[in-house]
Antibody, heavy 128, light 104 residues
Framework: EVQLVESGGGLVQPGGSLRLSCAASGFTFSSYDMHWVRQATGKGLEWVSAISSTGDTYYSGSVEGRFTVSRENAKNSLYLQMNSLRAGDTAVYYC??????????????????????WGQGTTVTVSS | DIQMTQFPSSLSASVGDRVTITCRASQSISTYLNWYQQKPGRAPKLLIYGTSSLQSGVPSRFSGSGSGTDFTLTISSLQPEDFATYFCQQSYTAFGGGTKVEIK
């Protein structure tokens, strides 16, 4: 069964740090780009960060410089290191996979297939 | 950064109705547009990628169209299980604010 399972959420004080993990199973993890998406209670979805299958990293402006995404293909795991946390970072954090195909032409063409598998989410609460 | 705007933010409809949700990008994104459905307490579910490609297992009453800056998600005949919140997304990044589809 294709599955993503997040862990590592919890209560942290403003300015603190937390590391989220996402364990993948049932598919070839190394072949997929991976995302972190968050959702505050009663609010919409906010894209946070992504890491490509080749290790390139991307961040939203709201977390750049504070969060670091990484992956460990040998362990089928995705991580999000969150530092300098703020109240506005309080949310459910989801990991999700996306298949991306890149042509070898110049310039390359990217084919995106959407986030088709999501975890159940882990809750991060930033409060004193 | 490109901003994604959805409208309406909510709508009321009856079973069997044709429903259309609009998503507008602040600048052209070609056809790099996805749609997701989310029900309360659940993770989002991918419905459509690349503007109009139906994700495997998604009923054919869902369809997507558009290009450039203006996109639509259409549900041809609303079913009871379709009452949910729908989000558009520029491929790989920003989401729209969501459209809640409620029972009339």
């Amino acid at each position: 069964e294709v599955q993503l399972v997040e862990s590592g959420g919890g209560l942290v004080q403003p300015g603190g740090s937390l590391r989220l993990s996402c364990a993948a199973s049932g598919f070839t993890f190394s072949s997929y780009d991976m995302h972190w998406v968050r959702q505050a209670t009663g609010k919409g979805l906010e894209w946070v960060s992504a890491i490509s299958s080749t290790g390139d990293t991307y961040y939203s402006g709201s977390v750049e410089g504070r969060f670091t995404v990484s992956r460990e293909n040998a362990k089928n795991s995705l991580y999000l290191q969150m530092n300098s946390l703020r109240a506005g970072d309080t949310a459910v954090y989801y990991c999700a996979r996306e298949r991306v195909i890149t042509t070898t032409g110049i310039p390359p063409v990217y084919y995106y297939y959407g986030m088709d598998v999501w975890g159940q989410g882990t809750t991060v609460t930033v409060s004193s | 950064d490109i901003q994604m705007t959805q409208f309406p933010s909510s709508l009321s409809a009856s079973v069997g109705d044709r429903v259309t949700i609009t998503c507008r990008a602040s600048q052209s994104i070609s056809t790099y547009l996805n749609w997701y459905q989310q029900k309360p307490g659940r993770a989002p579910k991918l419905l459509i990628y690349g503007t109009s490609s139906l994700q495997s297992g998604v009923p054919s009453r869902f369809s997507g169209s558009g290009s450039g800056t203006d996109f639509t998600l259409t549900i041809s005949s609303l079913q009871p299980e379709d009452f949910a919140t729908y989000f558009c997304q520029q491929s790989y990044t920003a989401f729209g604010g969501g459209t809640k589809v409620e029972i009339k």
